[in-house]
């Protein structure tokens, strides 16, 4: 799979919604005379209505229009619309983000965008995001605007969401130098904001404070901490190209859980130049909210079919794994001959399909709590989402502060669903339990088990032992691989729970249950307080 810079789903019972206070970030309103365009006075908030792990469903207001997140903003190039932007809502997008700095230098664009405002120019309605240049400074090294001078254009444009000259510090370098020029990113955003206070936040323009800090996830927080402080209505994670470019979503997920420390959990996050499906389930589950995506373009332009699990070469394809209203009218010879006559428009249509099909899964995921069996198996994909999904994983107690507690049925996915927010929860709270006198701990039940014992658990993997009365109810009705033992990381996860809870409980008696084999039964048969390990088949 390749990635470039912005520019199956099971169905289980409904939960109820998860209320979260809504969030006011700043008032804006009056009016920008610059251009008469139709534009409203708005209040730009983000609202949160649905929370899965750290992910959620949101609605961000904006001048244009209220958005639900999580969503991508395709890129729109100002000279070359390979799809009309007034086309791309039928895809399912409901903002777009363009490049301000291209506009600023084409006097042709320049003159139409400050006379009739940016929406004229690319002809969509809907809401319109703007980077500042920050991508040109990072390829170019020097662009010839100031920071104010491209917020200020990027207000008279009327672009709904602006963006001050961030500096994109790339991964890996020296700390010295992420921190300088983390201090820069943040006095212009800083600059920018006092800009827009100057006005009296005389337009509909949200503004943007991209986190910077490279990978030194201190850095991250840093900046995030100080943005935050000043208040932003947007808070793009920037620079993180570099690492999708190299497959490197452990880093990602860093830079992603050490900025989001750092924000306040209402603020709307954006990954700044993430677009390729295959990676969105695991950012939305650590609490971005927006995307953007060059790459159903760019990709198109270079013969590549996106998917959800990855990318294939329109040359490999023989059938075309998709139901798209391209993919069902096309075949892969008949995409390959436009492919090869020049026409790749097909081609970005179905990117642009696959794209928010991703979206709109991984929303309703967030509706049916199942948002992180979606990441599990999504990050199956390629064995460097799978080092993403595992740094994930070392950030379970992060994760855990923000996932609902009750949700629809746990399914366990793989040994990595060992270390789920519900597994850890469970092991935290052990000692709630106030066990005495005889306790069974059984795989499953044993003749005569009720009169025999005065309390019954059941032992289920990855949790360990819980009141036979709780078996089902939510996460215990996990539904888990019946036919084999349990994975040995999840009988790990569980018997490690077992033995703690053995030890916490040292005047009640026990009596163990479990044909699993697996080194930590010796351990639980030399505590005291234990009778005797039976296996279930005797
Ligand atoms: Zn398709």
Redesign the pocket.
């Known amino acids: 799979m390749m990635w470039d810079r912005g520019l199956n789903l099971l169905i289980h019972a409904p939960y109820p919604a998860i209320p979260d206070p809504k969030t006011v970030l700043g008032p804006c309103t009056g009016e920008d005379k610059t251009f008469k365009d139709r534009r409203t006075t708005i209040m730009s908030h983000f609202e949160i209505t649905h929370k899965d792990s750290a992910g959620r469903i949101g609605r961000l207001h904006t001048g244009h229009g209220r958005i639900e997140t999580p969503t991508v903003m395709p890129v729109v190039n100002p000279n070359i619309q390979m799809i009309p932007a007034s086309e791309l809502t039928k895809f399912g997008a409901e903002i777009v983000i363009t490049n301000a700095y291209i506009i600023y230098q084409n006097p042709e664009l320049k003159e139409h965008a400050l006379d009739r405002g940016v929406h004229s120019l690319l002809d969509f309605d809907g809401a319109i995001m703007t980077d500042s240049g920050s991508y040109q400074l990072s390829v170019y090294h020097d662009i010839d605007v100031s920071s104010e001078e491209i917020v200020r254009f990027q207000q008279m444009i009327g672009s709904d969401i602006g963006v001050p000259l961030d500096i994109p510090t790339p991964p890996d370098v020296p700390r010295e130098r992420a921190g300088s020029e983390m201090k820069t990113t943040i006095e212009r955003c800083e600059a920018a904001h006092r800009l827009m206070g100057s006005d009296g936040r005389a337009c509909s323009m949200l503004l943007a404070g991209t986190v910077q800090g490279s990978t030194h996830p201190d850095l991250r927080y840093e900046c995030a901490r100080s943005l935050s402080k000043i208040g932003f209505d947007v808070y793009p994670v920037g620079a993180v190209v570099p690492l999708l470019v190299n497959y490197r979503f452990a880093d990602m997920v860093d830079v992603i859980v050490a900025s989001k420390k750092g924000l306040s959990p209402a603020a709307p996050v954006h990954l700044f130049g993430a677009g390729h499906p295959a990676m969105f389930a695991l950012a939305v589950a650590l609490g971005c909210d927006l995307f953007d995506s060059a790459a159903y373009a760019l990709y198109a332009r270079d013969g590549r079919?996106l998917t959800a699990d990855g990318t294939y070469h329109l040359a490999d394809l023989k059938y075309?794994p998709?139901?798209?209203?391209?993919?069902?009218s096309h075949t892969a010879d008949e995409l390959r001959d436009e492919f090869a006559g020049g026409n790749y428009i097909s081609l970005a249509?179905?990117n642009l399909?696959?794209t928010f099909e991703e979206i709109r899964l991984i929303k309703q995921c967030i509706i049916e709590g199942n948002l992180w069996e979606l990441v599990e198996r999504r990050c199956r994909a390629h064995p460097r989402l799978l080092d993403g999904l595992k740094r994930a994983i070392c950030h379970t107690g992060w994760i855990e502060r923000f996932d609902p507690i009750r949700k629809s049925t746990f399914f366990y996915c793989g040994s990595e669903s060992a270390s789920r927010a519900e597994v850890r929860r469970f092991a935290e709270r052990l000692d709630r339990f106030d066990l005495d006198g005889t306790v069974l701990i059984r795989t499953r039940k044993i003749r005569g088990e009720a009169d025999r014992f005065d309390c019954m658990l059941n032992l289920k993997a990855p949790f360990g032992a819980y009141p036979v009365e709780l078996g089902e109810t939510y996460p215990f009705n996990a539904e888990v691989p019946e036919s084999s033992e349990p994975d040995y990381e999840a009988a790990s996860v569980a018997l490690g729970n077992v033995l703690r809870l053995i030890r916490l409980n040292p005047d009640a008696m026990f009596t163990v249950v479990c044909e699993w084999k697996h080194p930590l039964l010796i351990e639980i048969g030399a505590c005291p307080n234990v009778g005797e390990i039976l296996s279930s088949n005797k």
């Open positions: 079919y075309l998709c139901s798209c209203p391209v993919c069902a249509e179905h399909y696959a």
